[in-house]
């Protein structure tokens, strides 16, 4: 049996193959384990890597720092594919409010850092690297060390002590314990899971009212032998006609059709606007138009082809020469009515209204082909995570801090990620991926990172407890990791009246930790807490670099 010692004590391919698979399979087991119907998911991952390392299931340094941050690239990269086409609206309407909140985690994590450097006397590059650790930031210890060796190499006699024992001590209860944080709220709030799912869409909703359909019977004179086009050049809202009766006969109309006294519309906008319409047309009519039996149907189209995602409707002839009426889209869980500024993307499904033959056509067009969609575009993900690793390596020069700042391995990915998502299409690429891959490349991810983080972890932290200031510094990193969550959390709720879901992404992200993020989601069952995580990571990570680097410039 000397074969199976050797593949669990020595350095090879099959033995890093083992560890990792362990370690994710029995982590993701327990996360499954409710304790008074409390979880810790996937964060288990984390304690089996501890324990594996501590008992010398080693894995090469190399590997393990690969596994590490390729699976953090993988993590918040999906995520970026998945929030994107929400993000920009999220940023227009709290994206002043979140990134304050956000920064005001980072300033109180600081501030009671300081002042436990101050009441304990523990030397402020110390602190700097529990403060690290407590809120799961390693940028910013690389970037507290960088700043030490910089006062060094000016001239300043000073002790560099090792910042990376306080970051390892601190780190695990960083990760945990914004998890339960997390869990305080949602008991603290009452928080009903369900009620906050439908407040999050209706807020989505907001910005993108959902089309409703009324039949209209013409009435005004002012509207008789006049083009179809003069109702939406009155009127100042997203409007579709797809259907008019005239003379017994039900067409889908164009721009040009002419109306005439007592013809019926069928109209598709949003219900707010219901009351305009009538004032300008007529009354509601009695008659249904969907309901008569006609020539013309209705069809949901799936768009696969991308030869159809780079032009507005507008331009695109074929579709403005035909006899059928797109009437709305439905884009990640959200129904808009299409314009003709509208543009199509993978995986749109799209409502298309007129003549059998002519939408069957059409349907050619769009591709309409749910195999096509099962095979995701690689080119497009894996370039654009080459982007994302480019721009997280941009060095930025802050005047003032000695060394430059750089949005790192888990920011440019994040940022590429949600740009491509939503512009990707006007650029010929197509980065999409349906739902399950999507979740299948996220939850790899992580456990990948989470397992890295253990196994690298876990060889001293025993140790480290059990000799010198170990005990005590990992009660600095919770006071640390807690105090700025529990303050803000409660200002975030009372005076800035976010949801549940938004706190779950505005901690996540303010604390850089992809597994908070990975817990929201998975508790919230959406990417609600993603979108709020994503408007706030940013600033967040720079701010934590730079307050890493200005306690060592300052307090030194």
């Not at 074969?3 to 004590?9: A, K, N």
């Not at 998890?179 to 869409?201: G, N, P, Q």
């Not at 309901?291 to 074929?318: A, C, M, P």
């Not at 505005?506 to 807490?529: E, K």
Request: hydrophobic share 50%; net charge neutral; aromatic share 8%.
């Amino acid at each position: 049996m000397e074969w199976l010692s050797d593949l669990f004590t020595k350095d090879s391919v099959a033995h890093a193959v083992l560890i990792y698979g362990l370690v994710i399979a029995i982590g993701v087991t327990l996360g499954k384990v409710k304790i008074l119907n409390i979880s810790l998911g996937i964060t288990w991952v984390l304690f089996v890597g501890i324990i594996a390392s501590h008992f010398h299931l080693l894995i090469n340094k190399e590997v393990e720092h690969f596994a590490r941050e390729f699976g953090l690239i993988l993590f918040v990269y999906s995520i970026g594919l998945q929030v994107g086409p929400g993000f920009l609206s999220s940023l227009k309407k709290q994206g002043l409010s979140l990134n304050l909140l956000a920064a005001a985690v980072v300033l109180t994590g600081a501030i009671v850092t300081v002042a436990i450097h101050y009441a304990t006397g523990t030397p402020i590059a110390v602190m700097a690297g529990i403060m690290s650790g407590a809120v799961t930031n390693t940028p910013g210890l690389g970037a507290a060390q960088q700043a030490l060796a910089d006062l060094k190499a000016s001239g300043i006699d000073l002790a560099i002590p090792n910042l990376g024992l306080g970051y390892a001590v601190a780190y695990p209860f960083g990760v945990i314990g914004i998890i339960l944080s997390l869990i305080f709220f949602r008991y603290a709030f009452k928080v009903d899971l369900l009620a906050e799912k439908a407040l999050h869409k209706e807020r989505l909703l907001k910005d993108v009212p959902a089309p409703s359909t009324i039949n209209l019977e013409v009435e005004n004179p002012k509207l008789f032998n006049q083009p179809l086009r003069i109702i939406k050049s009155i009127i100042n809202t997203k409007l579709v006609i797809s259907r008019i009766y005239h003379d017994g006969e039900i067409t889908t109309p164009d721009s040009e059709t002419i109306l005439h006294e007592n013809d019926i519309i069928l109209a598709v906008a949003p219900k707010e606007d219901f009351e305009k319409l009538k004032i300008l047309v007529g009354k509601e009519s009695e008659v249904d138009l969907i309901k008569i039996k006609s020539n013309i149907i209705s069809r949901r189209i799936v768009v696969t082809k991308d030869e159809v995602t780079h032009k507005t409707i507008g331009e695109q002839r074929f579709i403005n020469s035909q006899d059928f009426t797109i009437t709305r889209v439905s884009r990640a869980g959200i129904e808009f009515v299409a314009t003709t500024d509208t543009v199509f993307q993978i995986g749109d499904i799209v409502t298309v209204v007129g003549r059998e033959e002519a939408v069957t056509l059409f349907a050619k067009v769009l591709g309409n082909s749910l195999k096509r969609l099962d095979h995701p575009n690689l080119a497009p993900i894996f370039f654009g995570i080459v982007l994302g690793v480019l721009f997280g390596s941009i060095p930025f020069v802050v005047p003032g801090i000695p060394a430059p700042v750089k949005i790192g391995l888990a920011g440019g990915p994040l940022i590429v990620a949600i740009l491509m998502s939503r512009f990707g299409p006007k650029l010929y690429l197509t980065p999409y991926v349906t739902q399950g891959a999507n979740l299948m490349l996220r939850e790899i991810g992580i456990v990948l990172f989470l397992a890295s983080v253990g196994l690298s972890s876990g060889e001293h932290f025993v140790e480290i407890l059990v000799s010198g200031d170990g005990l005590t510094w990992m009660l600095y990193g919770m006071i640390i990791t807690l105090s700025p969550l529990l303050i803000v959390g409660f200002l975030a709720k009372v005076l800035f009246k976010c949801s549940y879901f938004e706190i779950c992404g505005l901690l996540s992200g303010a604390s850089t930790d992809p597994p908070a993020l990975a817990f929201a989601t998975h508790s919230a069952g959406s990417d609600a807490p993603a979108i709020t995580y994503a408007t706030v990571y940013p600033l967040t990570m720079i701010l934590r670099i730079l307050m890493a680097q200005m306690m060592i410039l300052v307090f030194m």
